[in-house]
């Protein structure tokens, strides 16, 4: 079993700032990436931000600059510093883990958290 949990999303003002946390735990021999995705009402789910094991990092061009991701290793924890929000970030934000799972280490997982809200209001 493997579960991925999303915190942090709230209501902020265009302008400010948010932080969200993005926990994976469970049966989990190792984590290869992790993500940040969101989808907005009427709209397909995006990637905003991931980082891969060796630490490389994307950005959708949308967010360069004003968001930055990072990661605990020890905790199997990511995280999404938003800052300079815009109205247009309003979206649901959900986390991805590829991983590989205990006892089954020959393919790979992808997990998706619940999602968190992230309204930006003017």
């Known amino acids: 079993q493997v579960q991925v949990v999303e915190s942090g999303g709230g209501l902020a003002q265009a302008g400010g700032s948010l932080r969200l946390s993005c926990t994976a735990s469970?049966?989990?021999?190792?984590?290869?990436?992790m993500g940040w995705y969101r989808q907005a009402p009427g709209k397909q789910r995006e990637l905003v931000a991931a980082i891969i094991s060796g630490g490389t990092t994307t950005y959708a061009d949308s967010v360069k600059g004003r968001f930055t991701i990072s990661r605990d290793n020890d905790k199997n924890t990511i995280y999404l510093q938003m800052n300079s929000l815009k109205s247009e970030d309003t979206a649901v934000y959900y986390c991805?883990?590829?991983?590989?799972?205990?006892?089954?280490?020959?393919?790979?997982?992808?997990?998706w958290g619940q999602g968190t809200q992230v309204t930006v209001s003017s």
């Open positions: 991805n883990a590829d991983l590989k799972k205990i006892g089954s280490l020959n393919r790979s997982y992808s997990y």
């Open positions: 469970g049966s989990i021999f190792s984590i290869n990436a």
